[in-house]
Nanobody, 117 residues
């Protein structure tokens, strides 16, 4: 079994920064692609950023240049550095693991990010 646990959410002002972390249990972390999704009130869950087993990254257009995803396979963690935060970034952020064949195969519990003055 692999468990994903997010941390680092909270309240930030517009223009501020937060760093989210996701810790995975087990010793097969390097076999999975990892991603951050978010879901805002009244909106669909959307992919924010992803990073493959080979450290290739993807960002949705609305966060490109502001957010950075990274992974540390030795620590079995994936992080999302969020800079220049906007109120529209307010959402519950979820960590997810994926495989090439099956897509998303597991989710964390989510962590709330609120951007407000």
């Amino acid at each position: 079994q692999v468990q994903l646990v997010e941390s680092g959410g909270g309240l930030a002002q517009p223009g501020g920064s937060l760093r989210l972390s996701c810790a995975a249990s087990g010793n097969t972390f390097g076999l999975f692609g990892m991603a951050w999704y978010r879901q805002a009130p009244g909106k669909e869950r959307e992919l924010v950023a992803s990073i493959t087993r080979d450290f290739i990254t993807y960002y949705t257009a609305s966060v490109k240049g502001r957010f950075t995803i990274s992974r540390d396979n030795g620590k079995s963690t994936v992080s999302l550095q969020m800079n220049s935060l906007k109120p529209e970034d307010t959402a519950i952020y979820y960590c997810a693991k994926s495989t090439v064949t099956s897509g998303v195969v597991g989710w964390g519990q989510g962590t709330q990010v609120t951007v407000s003055s």
